[in-house]
């Protein structure tokens, strides 16, 4: 069982970053890979990020690639998604989540446990 808070949204400017933080309860949050999606107004919740519980294994949607970064720190129950150069595409509420073991899935229903989600908004 695992609780899942996300942090770190708000308004930036495009070609601005931001960093996204999402604390983990638990005592087993190292033997999860964690996951960050997206969903904008009227569209799916898409994948963004995934990390194996190691951290040995990152994935990245082809959107995102070269602009984002997901990294976690076991010791701290975190996981962060650092954005750069975003653009007003990548406004959406984010989501943290985590699969119970496994490798990194890019389908929202491989995941187990949801955080409440973070609003991000790029203006133009």
């Known amino acids: 069982q695992v609780q899942l808070v996300e942090s770190g949204g708000g308004l930036v400017q495009a070609g601005g970053s931001l960093r996204l933080s999402c604390a983990a309860s638990g005592r087993t949050f190292s033997g999860y890979t964690m996951g960050w999606f997206r969903q904008a107004p009227g569209k799916e919740r898409e994948f963004v990020a995934g990390i194996s519980g190691s951290s040995s294994r990152t994935y990245y949607a082809d959107s995102v690639k070269g602009r984002f970064t997901i990294s976690r720190d076991n010791a701290k129950n975190t996981v962060y998604l650092q954005m750069n150069s975003l653009k007003p595409e990548d406004t959406a509420v984010y989501f943290c989540?985590?699969?119970?073991?496994?490798?990194?899935?890019?389908?929202?229903?491989?995941?187990?446990?949801w955080g409440q989600g973070t609003q991000v908004t790029v203006s133009s």
């Open positions: 989540s985590a699969r119970a073991g496994g490798v990194i899935s890019t389908s929202v229903t491989s995941y187990d446990y």
